[in-house]
Nanobody
Framework: QVQLKESGGGLVQAGGSLRLSCAASGRSFSSYARAWFRQAPGKEREFVAAITWTVGVTYYADSVKGRFTISRDNAKNTVYLQMNSLKPEDTAVYYC????????????????WGQGTQVTVSS
């Protein structure tokens, strides 16, 4: 069984920063990519960022481009999301995911999902 565990969420003022981490554990597995999605109350889950695991190519939603940075540590089997210049509209539960389909990394077609971590940005 593969488990993804997010950490690093919390409450921050607008303009602040947070760094999310997502560590994978359990049986050995390989994935094409890792990604972050988020879901705000009453809204659908939306793509935030993705990174291909081997080469490290990154993809971002337009709403976070220039403010968020996704990175990975292959040795630790961990993916990170550095979030700067946070806005109240960034408030959501953030989920990490592993797997992905080539050419469709912005869609939620991932094999494994974490439980999510709450990020709240106050104005």
């Amino acid at each position: 069984q593969v488990q993804l565990k997010e950490s690093g969420g919390g409450l921050v003022q607008a303009g602040g920063s947070l760094r999310l981490s997502c560590a994978a554990s359990g049986r050995s597995f390989s994935s094409y990519a890792r990604a972050w999605f988020r879901q705000a109350p009453g809204k659908e889950r939306e793509f935030v960022a993705a990174i291909t695991w081997t080469v490290g190519v990154t993809y971002y939603a337009d709403s976070v481009k220039g403010r968020f940075t996704i990175s990975r540590d292959n040795a630790k089997n961990t993916v990170y999301l550095q979030m700067n210049s946070l806005k109240p509209e960034d408030t959501a539960v953030y989920y990490c995911a592993a797997g992905g389909v080539y050419g469709r990394l912005r869609t939620p077609e991932y094999d494994y999902w974490g439980q999510g971590t709450q990020v709240t940005v106050s104005s």
